[in-house]
């Protein structure tokens, strides 16, 4: 739930910049949600399930709907013209900050569409929202994510790593952060 002292996300989010619509998942995507999510580096580097299939498709958009109900996250489709969707991309209000956070499907990457879509949703975040500092939380070995981090702007802050286990394997965030220009 959110605090009176949160505003709770809206109910339709459509953002659009660096040539990107950001726009809300909707039961059209479905069927293209698992070409994405179905990957090795998705289910190594993300918390996304996997294997991603169907119900897991129709699991997620649930999750993306309830998560925004309850004033926790905002996920949006990745798109070039808010028709089909190339990736996701994330916020979530933690108690260690607004974090950010994204996925592209393999067929869809190398065209810079991560680092644009962090842009435009930390831009977002900073605007709308009112947040001072943007947050990416990953692990060291993830080169992509890092050079993504690096090219935008993030700064890797000394605090201590984020430990944990998921889906069978240890992992250690560390946090990237980008404060309001």
């Known amino acids: 739930m959110t605090s009176s002292a949160t505003p709770p996300f809206p109910q339709h989010v459509e953002l659009t ?5 950001l726009r809300d998942w909707t039961e059209d995507d479905l069927a293209a949600m698992p070409e994405l999510f ?3 580096d998705i289910a190594y580097w993300t918390p996304i399930v996997s294997p991603f299939d169907a119900e897991a498709a129709r699991a997620r958009l649930a999750k993306a709907r309830q998560l925004r109900a309850d004033g926790t996250a905002v996920l949006l489709a990745v798109t070039l013209d808010g028709g089909a ?3 996701e991309v ?3 209000r933690a108690p260690e900050g ?11 990457r190398g065209q810079g569409l991560a680092g ?11 605007e709308e929202l009112g947040v001072d500092r943007v947050i990416l939380e990953l692990e060291a070995e993830n080169a992509a994510s890092v050079a993504v981090a690096a090219a935008n702007g993030f700064r890797l802050l000394g605090v201590p790593l984020i430990e944990g286990e998921e889906k069978g394997r240890p992992y ?5 952060a980008l404060d309001r220009p």
């Open 85 to 87: 969707p190339l990736g």
């Open 98 to 108: 607004t974090e950010l956070g994204y996925a592209v499907g393999p067929a869809h």
């Open 172 to 176: 250690a965030l560390q946090t990237w």
């Open 17 to 21: 910049g660096e040539g990107l619509v």
């Open 116 to 126: 644009r879509a962090v842009r435009v949703m930390a831009a977002y975040a900073f």
């Open 38 to 40: 179905d990957h090795p």
């Open 90 to 92: 994330m916020l979530r």
